[in-house]
């Protein structure tokens, strides 16, 4: 149809019917409504007279029959009858012409187009504006017909445009419209829309005839031969080829026009079988889809495309045929997009944008088989339709995906009949349309229909009833958006609402393939529940909620809070959670049942659990001890924390309620950071300032948390540590026996390092003994549990325990003698000499320092630093070894030097050691000390002739492997080397003469080296 230049999508006001000119948009005209029967009959709008028999009959025949049937039905109707009809047969609602003219008939989408400037450009918008400004102007109506022209007037870059506008109408619809201003989109333009308000508005200034036939029927044959031939003239450059072709035709006694009774008369009405509903173009929602489609989600398209789904939306809220129509049409577009086929030969998948739109495109298929007001012939015909499109190989699947990616195991493995599995498809969007035709009411279950499992490609809708095989299960996911459009219209529906949505959320229901279906399924729940918690329950709804808690209770295979589960259905845990807090204060009984029942979540579960069918919660697994691939494994294990931390909160003060939830979470939750969590999340509530601490629920955090301690007591967790500190302040706040049994049976719950430098030593501290308030007794009862622990933990891990243990110890002779004891046991093997050189100091500054001087030597018998090692973290500990055994005596320095020879090759070390024992006497004072007094250690005697020999060998040998891989950049740093190396061999009596040969084989050996040579000879001759 002509229509006008395409606009981008803005936002538009939703118009009622029952405007007026002086109305302001937005608001309804008072009075009776515009066209009236006052109006009608020339009384003023202000006339409240009612309406007469004729305008009521004359309206309801114009509203329900096609003017043919009424010819057909009277032989003779009278002329006043027959204007009324034609009269009453114009649409008198705005609101259909407004739906017609632009993308929105309310605010519920106002900013689409983001600026208010924006509204003015809709259709209908400029149409008003047309019609207030009086630029409609020859409006005349001929039976079924209207037209008129629409002038816009010049503007500063447009030119005056005057449009021929022709509607045609039938029943209260538009069923065809053309426009002269030559514009194409799939709305009706501007003027279109100002000539048919200006109709609606103003029915009295239209000047209204018959059907033209009726007006030819009342002419004698010279007035018919004048009208012919005047209308021939007025006209003569358009219609005389056509009105001399028609003259011959019937001027021909044989000609086929000869053969048909009467003439068409396009202002006589609709015939009997022609459809009646608005005028749709249908070419134009075609090329825009297709557009829309070949841009790829880019310039908006994506945004246009959801308006459209939006209008199919308003106009199904409406009951308008075409929103079924509309729909077809952007299907059809949809399924030849080329990228289907593309995708599917790459075996790629979908963008999550497209998926979207196809998930859109499959929830209105949805809505549109399952109105309850739609005819069983129209529903086959859609049958066929969902049908053929299902078959089409490119129809996408459930999960996006072309089946080559990331397969289920699901499918992968046998499914009960091994015949069946070579019927087994994957649902694609359009399929569960078409399975769930039959659905109309909450008695029966919601969005689903009774089909086996496993027949056809899922879609993200997809629910399959089981039929009671123990092989078969329900897929679906509750998008529920019959649900959503009850809950949207009004309180007159709620509920319904409820009810029908309680029954889709709580069907039991197999988790479909793919991520996007998996986080859709939780998308589309959580969004239902959303929308659920807006409506507040009164008496009537918690009804409701107590009948269907019972049913999905004690339904069976149906109902996913039965006793029956399948491994593979999709968890109850957000759902239970709404049930359980709706519930809570009218039926608390009811409402633990439903979420202990709902704690289930069998997929992780090793295997289904022996025992009778007739179990409570008894657990089916159709494939055993495989994990399916669940993407969204995270989200719904959060949401079973959820669900138990809920029931926790509402249990405070009750014992048994308690101890029966903290069964359910041992038994379910198998997420050592979840329970974590609700061992905290306990202990938050158990402790809250403004009331005293409830003992029993700290017990329950206490369990869980001893839980959590033993899940991660071999496994790797970062969180670890946090999770041993907390667990220790928990059990402060149970009481002093809490403590003293977690550390009685510390080797199940923590690791020896864990133990002692966390558990034992938070014990010990101060701040727990205030906390306690302990006697002096209890005190020493928790501290010999302490001291016993840290003694086994260093008899298990001496290297990483053993400092800690004789820290707790040190109070108790008997104790720090024993873990002493384990130290000097475990040091020949088991401990490096950075542990051992750490409890040396330890002792040492403890007070022992003969006890420091042994297990020092016993480090440095594990220490080997190798010549260029000068910069290694143990020469410290080896300065410091050699100084506590000089300022011990000659005895103990001369026990060590051995060791140190043998341990470190490192020159500058050795050199630094020998350096400080010439300083002091041995036994006298420090090595720090700038005293001195007594007789010095004599360089030519042991033990530091040993030393001394050892350090010149170590220069020698260093020497000698620097010069192997020597570069230019280094020979400065070379020289000083030698420098250095010059001052230790002068501490011997003949290192003069030594450190002369020394320098004459480096220039022997190494004499190609020219210029190090060189060097060398201007610094030592």
Known sequence: MAERVQQPPAKRLCCRPGYNTNCRQGQRAGGTLCGGSGTAQGGSSKTLSPESLL?????????????????????????????????????????????????????????????????????FRRGIALLESGCVDNVLQVGFHLSGTVTELATASEPELVCSVSVSFDRCKITAVTCGCGNKDIFYCAHVVALALYRVRKPEQVKLHLPISETLFQMNRDQLQKFVQYLITVHHTEVLPTAQKLADEILSTNSEINQVHGAPDPTAGASVDDENCWHLDEEQVQEQVKLFLSQGGYHGS???????????????????????????????????????????????????????????????????????????????????????????????????????????????????????????????????????????????????????????????????????????????????????????????????????????????????????????????????????????????????????????????????????????????????????????????????????RAMRLPVLESMAPSGDLSRPHHIVSMVPNRYPRWFTLSHIESQQCELASTMLTAAKGDGRKLETVLESIQKNIHSSSHIFKLAQDAFKIATLMDSLPDITLLKVSLELGLQVMRMTLSTLNWRRREMVRWLVTCATEVGVYALDSIMQSWFTLFTP?????????????????????????????????????????????????????????????????TAYQIVLDAAVTGMSYTQLFTIARYMEHRGYPMRAYKLATLAMAHLNLSYNQDTHPAINDVLWACALSHSLGK???????????????????????????????????????????????????????????????????????????????????????????????????????????????????????????????????
């Open 302 to 596: 994506g945004k246009q495309l959801n308006l459209l789904f939006s209008k199919v939306r308003e106009m199904l809220k409406m009951r308008d045929s075409n929103g079924a129509r509309m729909l077809t049409l952007i299907t059809e577009q949809f399924m030849g997009d080329p990228r289907l086929a593309l995708w599917r030969q790459q075996g790629t998948t979908m963008t999550d944008k497209y998926r979207q739109l196809w998930d859109e495109l499959g929830a209105l298929w949805m809505c549109i088989v399952l109105n309850p007001h739609c005819k069983s012939e129209q529903k086959c015909v859609w049958l066929r339709q969902l049908r053929r499109w299902n078959s089409v190989d490119v129809c996408p699947w459930e999960d996006g995906n072309h089946g080559n990616e990331l397969p289920n195991l699901t499918h992968a493995l046998p499914h009960g009949n091994p015949g069946e599995k070579a019927q087994r498809h994957t649902h694609t969007h359009l399929t569960n349309t078409w399975e769930n035709r039959d659905t109309h009411t909450p008695d029966q279950h919601s969005a689903s229909g009774p089909t086996q499992v496993g027949k056809q490609r899922h879609t993200h809708l997809t629910n399959t009833v089981p039929q009671g095989q123990p092989n078969s299960t329900k897929r679906s996911e509750p998008h529920l958006f019959p649900a959503q459009r009850l809950l949207d219209d009004g309180q007159s529906f709620v509920a319904l609402a409820v009810e029908t949505a309680l029954i889709g959320l709580g069907q039991q229901r197999v988790m479909p393939d793919g991520l996007y279906a998996q986080e859709k399924v939780c998308r589309n729940e959580e969004q239902l529940l959303a929308k659920l918690q807006e409506v507040e329950l009164d008496d009537s709804l918690v009804k409701i909620f107590r009948k269907q808690a019972i049913f999905l209770l004690e339904a069976g295979p149906y109902s996913g809070l039965g006793e029956l589960l399948y491994r593979e259905s999709v968890p109850m845990h957000t759902f239970a959670k709404y049930l359980f807090t709706s519930l809570l204060p009218h039926d608390t009984e009811l409402a633990y049942k439903i979420a202990l």
């Open 55 to 123: 305008d009521i009959s004359a309206r309801k025949v114009a509203e329900k029959w096609p003017f043919q049937r009424v010819e057909e039905r009277f032989e003779r109707i009278p002329e006043p009858v027959q204007r009324r009809i034609v009269y009453w047969s114009f649409p008198r609602s705005e609101r259909e012409i407004c739906m017609y003219s632009s993308f929105n008939t309310g605010g519920e989408e106002s900013g689409t187009s983001g600026e208010n400037s924006d509204e003015t450009r809709l259709p």
């Open 891 to 1021: 005895n103990e320095l001369t026990a060590v030097i051995p060791l140190v020879v043998k341990s470190v090759k490192c020159a500058t070390v050795l050199s630094d050691i020998l350096r400080r024992c010439t300083l002091t006497t041995p036994g006298m004072v420090a090595l720090h000390s700038r005293r001195n007094s007594g007789k010095l250690m004599s360089l030519d005697k042991a033990p530091l002739r040993q030393l001394l020999d050892a350090t010149i060998g170590a220069y020698i040998n260093t020497t000698h492997s620097r010069l192997t891989h020597i570069s230019p950049r280094h020979y400065s740093e070379f020289i000083e080397f030698l420098s250095k190396a010059r001052e230790t061999f002068l501490m011997a009596q003949d290192g003069h003469i030594q450190f002369t040969q020394f320098i004459d084989n480096l220039k022997q050996i190494y004499k190609g080296k020219k210029k190090l040579m060189m060097l060398v000879r201007e610094r030592f001759g």
């Open 753 to 817: 390092t864990e133990a002692t430098s966390i558990v034992a030593t938070t014990v010990m501290s101060n701040t727990t003994i205030v906390r306690l308030h302990l006697d002096c007794h209890q005190q020493e009862n928790l501290a010999s549990s302490a001291r016993t622990l840290a003694l086994q933990c260093t008899m298990k891990d001496p290297q990483n325990c053993a400092l800690s243990a004789l820290t707790l110890c040190e109070k108790d002779h008997i104790a720090f003698e």
